[in-house]
């Protein structure tokens, strides 16, 4: 493979991730050295496209971006990679859909590039970051307010909620905080908890995307339960008596972890140009 053609993969991982990747995963992903991987990440800061970091690097695009919610995005990337991509083969063309709150979502979105036109609303920070890059999606973004104490990456409060009052979607995607054991769905919040609410009477179709360790997590604020869904989609990781018992209250979707470089092989045939973030490749 051609430094061109890994770096420009480099990219698209830092687009699709929002993490931070060292030169040491970026060396075993690629199945090259790390001195390698110290060249291609030199020559991309030179170029403007990456920020070095002491042992890595992260995309130049998400410096303003930062986040005291950076280490939930970062947790169990591969299963909220899965997630998304199985949430992805539920959107059609032409569909009109929502995107809520959630690390989870962020996942869901950089995998809609390429389904063609979509009418996306959303309130999610993270996700409109993703969303803007794809030319044949329109983007709608939900008014509110944003949380400076907690520099949360969502819009919340009064004015999203009326906002939502008024609109109806053919499906809406949405995260949570926690599940207990009954199924009751819960956030941390009292807002974002009444604002999902709202969501899921707005839906013709409601899915929740959640992985496995939501489960019994922290959280005090009940916004609905497992049977408000039509579908909910996790990964493998919940003993089978407690599944028996979440399958009796809604359609459940497992599916296994996804590995971050799966797609490496996707690169054949595949011109990507630096700079030029609508056409970076997005993870079939």
Not at 64 to 92: C, P, Q, W, Y
Not at 256 to 274: A, E, I, K, M, Y
Request: charged residues 25%; glycine residues 8%; aromatic residues 8%.
């Amino acid at each position: 493979m051609r430094p061109s053609e890994r770096q420009n993969y480099i990219l698209n991982l830092l687009s699709i991730y929002y993490k931070e990747w060292t030169i040491k995963e970026l060396a075993e992903g690629f199945q090259v050295s790390e001195l390698t991987i110290r060249r291609d990440l030199d020559e991309l800061a030179r170029s403007g496209d990456v920020i070095r970091t002491l042992g890595g690097c992260i995309t130049a695009g998400e410096k303003s971006v930062g986040t005291i919610f950076n280490h939930e995005f970062e947790m169990n990337l591969d299963l909220k990679a899965a997630i998304g991509k199985e949430a992805s083969r539920l959107v059609n063309p032409g569909d009109t859909i929502l995107l809520g709150d959630g690390s989870t979502i962020l996942q869901f979105a950089a995998c809609l590039g390429e389904i063609g036109s979509l009418n996306i609303y959303t309130n999610n920070i993270a996700a409109i970051q993703q969303l803007k890059k794809y030319p044949s999606i329109t983007l709608n973004i939900l008014g509110g307010s944003y949380d400076y104490q907690h520099n949360m990456l969502l819009l919340k409060g009064s004015l999203t909620d009326r906002i939502l009052e008024t609109l109806k979607f053919d499906s809406i995607f949405i995260g949570v905080d926690s599940i207990d054991l009954k199924g009751r769905c819960l956030a941390k919040e009292e807002e974002v908890a009444r604002t999902n609410q709202i969501i899921l009477r707005r839906g013709m179709r409601k899915i929740l995307l959640a992985d496995h360790t939501k489960l019994e997590r922290p959280a005090n604020v009940i916004y609905g339960q497992l049977n408000d869904f039509d579908l909910w989609i996790t990964t493998e990781g919940i003993d089978d008596t407690q599944m028996k018992l979440f399958k009796n209250q809604t359609k459940v979707v497992i599916v296994p972890p996804r590995h971050l470089f799966s797609d490496f092989n996707l690169l054949n045939g595949v011109t990507c140009q630096r700079g030029d973030s609508r056409k970076m490749l997005i993870p079939s």
